[in-house]
């Protein structure tokens, strides 16, 4: 979870590079065994990255799938700083 907390942290900060590799960091976790909630959350810090380097409509749309997955899986409370920004 202190993962998670730290890449919104570097994604609210414009530090891309650092959110990405917390990102890696929470993918090395599921090495042995899958996990959603770490998988989506991997997604959803890599494809806010891309977005916010580059706002285009290929990279909005893969926001909003991560998005809409979350809504389904039921994790859409962990990283409201982020959330709010990007709705903004």
């Known amino acids: 979870m202190k993962a998670v907390a730290a890449a919104e942290t570097s ?3 414009a530090d891309h ?3 990405n590799r917390y990102a890696r960091q929470l993918s090395a976790c599921t090495q042995a065994q899958s996990c959603r909630w770490v998988t989506h959350h991997v997604q959803w810090i890599v494809r806010s ?3 916010l380097l580059t706002r285009d409509a290929a990279r909005w749309s893969a926001l909003q799938i991560a998005s809409r997955e979350a809504q389904q899986l039921g994790i859409v409370a962990t990283m ?3 959330t709010g920004m990007l709705a903004a």
Request: glycine share 0%; aromatic share 8%; no cysteine.
């Open 80 to 82: 409201p700083k982020l």
């Open 11 to 13: 994604l609210m900060m």
């Open 17 to 19: 590079e650092r959110a």
């Open 49 to 51: 990255s891309d977005w």
